[in-house]
T-cell receptor, first 113, second 114 residues
């Protein structure tokens, strides 16, 4: 069956460390993968998009990697801050899937001062 | 500032009642979407619209209806046929339709049953 999975357990890290979140997928062939941040009671906010032929994308303290062999995307936040605490969602566009995004459940990140 | 506005933030529905959730965008985006978010589940697509006067069913359209008479507006009606309407509803838009386009979200409407 087709699945998109993110760490179900919350990630707790110390301020200043690098947070790494994982998005794994099964039986999909993503053409694109997106990452969003969602705060409690708010809508998701777009962060980064990476294409299947790109291995890495960066934006300020954020970095996304995309490994189609491992069927995995990693999302890194360097020099993390308490303000980075939120839930992070990954979403993929499956090639040929009517161009709809398929969403993961998200991983909760807590950055402790 | 450009963005998407959803209203109301909280909504209560009585049994047998239809309710309408508002979604307005001033981003000049062609595509708009309605999602439902439930605990323990990813965002699920209810309806989407690629362009004004057009809309398509998503994965869980039963018990819902939409209209797209204006580019900036995409209201969602939760009908009495939707037996489990309690959820967090999110409206989004993108420049064009497709998963290669970032989606911009409103801050949601939380619907509860009285």
């Amino acid at each position: 069956s087709q699945k998109i999975e993110q760490n179900s357990e919350a990630l707790n890290i110390q301020e200043g460390k690098t947070a790494t979140l994982t998005c794994n997928y099964t039986n999909y062939s993503p053409a694109y993968l997106q990452w969003y941040r969602q705060d409690p009671g708010r809508g998701p906010v777009f962060l980064l998009l990476i294409r299947e032929n790109e291995k890495e994308k960066r934006k300020e303290r954020l970095k996304v990697t995309f490994d189609t062999t491992l069927k995995q995307s990693l999302f890194h936040i360097t020099a993390s801050q308490p303000a980075d605490s939120a839930t992070y969602l990954c979403a993929l566009l499956n090639a040929g899937n009517n161009r709809k995004l398929i969403w993961g459940l998200g991983t909760s990140l807590a950055v402790n001062p | 500032d450009g963005g998407i506005t959803q209203s109301p933030k909280y909504l209560f529905r009585k049994e047998g009642q239809n309710v309408t959730l508002s979604c307005e965008q001033n981003l000049n985006h062609d595509a708009m979407y309605w999602y439902r978010q439930d605990p323990g589940q990813g965002l699920r697509l209810i309806y989407y619209s690629q362009i004004v006067n057009d809309f398509q069913k998503g994965d869980i359209a039963e018990g819902y209806s939409v209209s797209r008479e204006k580019k900036e507006s995409f209201p969602l009606t939760v009908t009495s046929a939707q037996k489990n309407p309690t959820a967090f509803y999110l409206c989004a838009s993108s420049i064009g339709y497709g998963g290669n386009q970032p989606q911009h979200f409103g801050d949601g409407t939380r619907l509860s049953i009285l």
